[in-house]
């Protein structure tokens, strides 16, 4: 499924944060959407790429998509339990 | 007396001579391929628990054994390779994949452990005649403490990381020294040339 397909509720951008303001803006963020909805997380740190989705699916959220948005950059995509 | 309870009280003059709060804390690794080694005869965290929360709590006694189940952050699961990165190609220092972190005994221990304020982290310089501080405040107890050490038989000093701060349990002022085991012996003779000469 492309991001075009998805109706995202929240985005946040999250660049130059690091463990674990990572987690906690993500888990705020998806706190305020309705379940079932979509939040798109921007990081620029591959740690973070790989780490804050990691974060979310110990949260029972399902990772939709991590996919590089630039140089250095990725979208994350999860949609809350 | 246990075996590392033995080891324990052979470094005790170093623990001494540093004015140490904590305990030291042994770090040993369990590869997955390792079938052979017996984890059940450690406890296992009560819940799920930062790294380096462990590696504190060991420092005041609580010896765990802590699994991919036990590790509450995503950082520490790919340091010491509990876990293999699944979204972004981010290779773990650690080679083998890991089953099991036993987190406290000295006896045996990959890497050990010492939780130190800077001026105790300056005499342990002295002692290991230089000590390095590569860190960058992210992955700080796991990695820079613990994966790096054990990979590249240096000792390594953190300043920490907010995680290790806000969930650890450290104070500001602590920082942790990762230290190869086969250099506590050379620390020993320091510490009673040290004594013997005051």
């Known amino acids: 499924m492309s991001d075009n397909e998805i109706k995202v509720d929240k985005k946040i951008d999250i660049r130059g944060e690091v463990c674990p303001y990572t987690f906690i803006k993500s888990k705020l963020a998806i706190e305020g959407i309705e379940s079932g909805g979509i939040l798109q997380v921007l990081v620029n740190y591959a740690p973070s790429a790989e780490n804050v989705p990691r974060s979310m699916e110990m949260e029972g959220h399902e990772i939709i998509s991590v996919e590089p948005s630039g140089e250095k950059e990725w979208t994350i995509t999860v949609k809350k339990k | ?198």
């Not at chain 2, 790294?51 to 699961?77: F, K, S, W």
């Not at chain 2, 796991?142 to 701060?165: H, K, Y």
């Open chain 2, 1 to 198: 007396m246990s075996t590392s309870d033995k080891a324990r009280e052979k470094y005790e003059p170093i623990r001494t001579y540093l004015g140490m709060e904590y305990q030291l804390v042994g770090a040993k690794l369990i590869p997955e391929k390792d079938e052979t080694t017996d984890i059940s005869k450690y406890e296992r965290p009560t819940a799920r628990k930062y790294y380096c929360q462990m590696v504190r709590e060991a420092g005041t006694g609580q010896h765990v054994v802590a699994t991919l189940e036990d590790i509450a952050c995503p950082n520490a699961e790919l340091a010491l390779s509990l876990r293999q990165p699944k979204y972004v190609n981010i290779p773990s220092m650690i080679k083998d994949p890991t089953r099991a972190v036993i987190i406290g005994p000295i006896e045996d221990a990959d890497v050990v452990l010492f939780i130190i304020n800077p001026k105790q982290a300056m005499h342990l310089a002295l002692l290991l005649g230089g000590l390095s501080a590569e860190f960058k405040g992210d992955v700080a107890v796991c990695g820079e403490a613990t994966a790096q050490v054990i990979v590249e038989g240096m000792p390594n000093m953190t300043m920490l990381c907010n995680g290790a701060r806000m969930y650890g349990g450290y104070s500001d002022c602590d920082t942790v020294v990762g230290v190869p085991p086969f250099m506590m012996d050379k620390i020993l003779e320091k510490v009673a040339e040290k004594q013997n000469s005051a």
